[in-house]
């Protein structure tokens, strides 16, 4: 390893309290000249918490030191599978920190806030028409709280029937977001596991079983997780109708259909989309987020509020829904980044969109070609966006599993991709290129991998302690979750 230049090697390894120095300041507080008031009670007071105290360009340093050891999209490859982090366009991120959009207050009236307002209801009208269903709500904060709110207009709905007595059971596919039976197990319904076919669709024959009179929906990712088309989703939508129940939609895969197929087109009655995967947010660090909701005329009576409507006069406003499940969280979704997806959607109009999906297409496809042969396919037919390999030959025959070679990608330049996910593919190799990344990084990409499996018969040892080029190696996961240091504790004398 080269020599590092002095005083960068411990970035990372000291943290700020432990380079901190007493009586070093990033500031200057001018002395208080107002009234004194009294500290709190002594017993309320704790010793083993202080602040570094650290120079302003020693704090500066600090921190630009550590954000070079992170990685993000604007580093380089991302193949998240199931995530789409993928790059977004940064004037998207300048609309949304103009000062009459970030400086919004969320309770000023709403003549005050209508260009907001306005941009909210062209967004609305907007993924209306990419989604084929006629009404939206934008207030879910991200697609798990976009997932319940659709269950639960779901469940009113079936309550207005007079039917939730009976209809207790939602069928979820095995290959589901971990999200869709956590949802229909939060909104009170029993799930019921559907098998995946050997197409890596689901299996028809199941769902004829198992749909009965106790069923009231069935959750359905279009795409699937997988990365596959759902064959036959047009007659599996008419055989949920025909008994009763209602077809939920994952939307978190937009990014492969969007401009091409329509959820309402499909017989689809609600779904909800993820605009910060597919409409122009960074994705990732916990959020931010936002899980529309878009639904048939059945169901728009129950979508969360508030609506953003237009009235005879031309002013925009807030409404709730007449039978509405309520509001999900405070205010009104998260309008920066509904602002970034109306950018976004108004930059590229229809065709754009389109455009966006058929290159996610091709890249994935692109890259289950390049890497065809090296790594198992257990569903080897085209994808859509991403592409699921499977570790299993190296793993039975080298002893290395999935999770030593996406420790490996990481020596080689590139973010490892979704692991061990979906759960019914062994060894699971979750990849998506998105459609922002060039031939180029496909190509590096899959040649990293290609090299990866040779040195898995060649060097099985070298994979079993990757990654050696990383700042921190491997954890001990399992201590890490058992035995969490969550805050800094002085060493023995400080």
């Known amino acids: 390893m080269s020599?590092?230049?002095?005083?960068?090697?411990?970035?990372?390894?000291?943290?700020?309290?432990?380079?901190?120095?007493?009586?070093?300041?990033?500031?200057?507080?001018?002395?208080?000249?107002?009234?004194?008031?009294?500290?709190?009670?002594?017993?309320?007071?704790?010793?083993?918490?202080?602040?570094?105290?650290?120079?302003?360009?020693?704090?500066?340093?600090y921190?630009?030191?550590?954000?070079?050891?992170?990685?993000?999209?604007?580093?380089?490859?991302?193949?998240?599978?199931?995530?789409?982090?993928?790059?977004?366009?940064?004037?998207?991120?300048?609309?949304?920190?103009?000062?009459?959009?970030?400086?919004?207050?969320?309770?000023?009236?709403?003549?005050?806030?209508?260009?907001?307002?306005?941009?909210?209801?062209?967004l609305r009208r907007g993924l209306a028409e990419v989604t084929g269903l006629p009404e939206v709500s934008l207030a879910p904060a991200a697609g798990a709280q976009g997932e319940l709110a659709g269950v639960l207009m779901i469940t009113r709905a079936l309550e207005d029937r007079g039917d939730l007595e009976t209809r207790r059971r939602i069928l979820v596919p095995d290959s589901a977001h971990g999200t869709n039976p956590?949802?229909?197990?939060?909104?009170?319904?029993?799930?019921?596991?559907?098998?995946?076919?050997?197409?890596?669709?689901?299996?028809?024959?199941?769902?004829?079983?198992?749909?009965?009179?106790?069923?009231?929906?069935?959750?359905?990712?279009?795409?699937?997780?997988?990365?596959?088309?759902?064959?036959?989703?047009?007659?599996?939508?008419?055989?949920?109708?025909?008994?009763?129940?209602?077809?939920?939609?994952?939307?978190?895969?937009?990014?492969?259909?969007?401009?091409r197929v329509r959820y309402g087109d499909l017989g689809f009655d609600v779904v909800h989309l993820n605009l910060h995967k597919s409409f122009s947010t960074p994705h990732g660090g916990g959020g931010p987020g936002a899980g529309p909701v878009a639904c048939t005329e059945e169901l728009a009576p129950y979508l969360p509020?508030?609506?953003?409507?237009?009235?005879?006069?031309?002013?925009?406003?807030?409404?709730?829904?007449?039978?509405?499940?309520?509001?999900?969280?405070?205010?009104?979704?998260?309008?920066?980044?509904?602002?970034?997806?109306?950018?976004?959607?108004?930059?590229?109009?229809?065709?754009?969109?389109?455009?966006?999906?058929?290159?996610?297409?091709?890249?994935?496809?692109?890259?289950?070609?390049?890497?065809?042969?090296?790594?198992?396919?257990?569903?080897?037919?085209?994808?859509?966006?991403?592409?699921?390999?499977?570790?299993?030959?190296?793993?039975?025959?080298h002893g290395v599993r999935t999770y030593d070679i996406a420790k490996r990608l990481i020596d080689h330049g590139f973010h490892p991709p979704t692991v061990y996910f979906p759960l019914i593919v062994e060894e699971a190799l979750m990849m998506e290129p998105t459609e922002t990344e060039p031939p180029e990084a496909i190509e590096a990409l899959a040649e990293a991998m290609i090299a990866i499996a040779a040195e898995s018969a060649e060097d099985p040892e070298t994979l079993h302690g990757a990654p050696w080029t990383a700042p921190i190696g491997r954890l001990d996961e399992a201590e890490a979750a058992r035995r969490p240091v969550l805050r800094w504790q002085p060493a023995d004398g400080e």
Not at 343 to 364: D, I, K, P
């Open 3 to 61: 020599a590092a230049r002095p005083g960068a090697e411990d970035f990372g390894a000291q943290l700020s309290f432990d380079r901190s120095a007493p009586g070093r300041r990033a500031v200057d507080v001018p002395a208080w000249g107002g009234e004194e008031t009294p500290l709190p009670n002594a017993h309320l007071l704790r010793d083993s918490v202080r602040l570094p105290e650290l120079s302003q360009g020693g704090l500066v340093r």
């Open 63 to 122: 921190y630009t030191a550590l954000s070079a050891r992170n990685y993000g999209i604007d580093s380089g490859t991302y193949p998240l599978g199931s995530c789409t982090m993928k790059y977004n366009p940064k004037v998207d991120d300048l609309v949304a920190s103009l000062p009459g959009f970030a400086t919004a207050h969320p309770q000023a009236p709403a003549e005050e806030a209508q260009g907001t307002l306005r941009i909210l209801l062209e």
């Open 182 to 259: 956590a949802t229909a197990a939060m909104a009170g319904f029993t799930v019921t596991q559907i098998p995946t076919a050997a197409d890596g669709s689901l299996d028809r024959a199941t769902i004829e079983r198992e749909l009965d009179e106790t069923v009231a929906a069935v959750m359905v990712t279009i795409p699937n997780t997988l990365g596959l088309w759902e064959q036959g989703i047009e007659e599996v939508a008419d055989l949920i109708h025909d008994a009763g129940a209602y077809l939920y939609g994952d939307g978190a895969n937009l990014n492969a259909i969007m401009g």
């Open 305 to 397: 509020a508030p609506v953003v409507v237009e009235d005879g006069d031309g002013l925009v406003r807030f409404e709730t829904p007449e039978r509405s499940i309520g509001r999900l969280q405070q205010f009104h979704g998260n309008v920066g980044v509904l602002i970034r997806a109306y950018a976004y959607m108004r930059a590229l109009g229809a065709e754009g969109l389109r455009a966006v999906s058929g290159q996610a297409v091709l890249n994935a496809n692109y890259l289950r070609v390049l890497m065809h042969g090296h790594y198992d396919l257990p569903y080897d037919r085209p994808v859509l966006h991403e592409v699921v390999f499977s570790g299993t030959r190296q793993r039975r025959e």
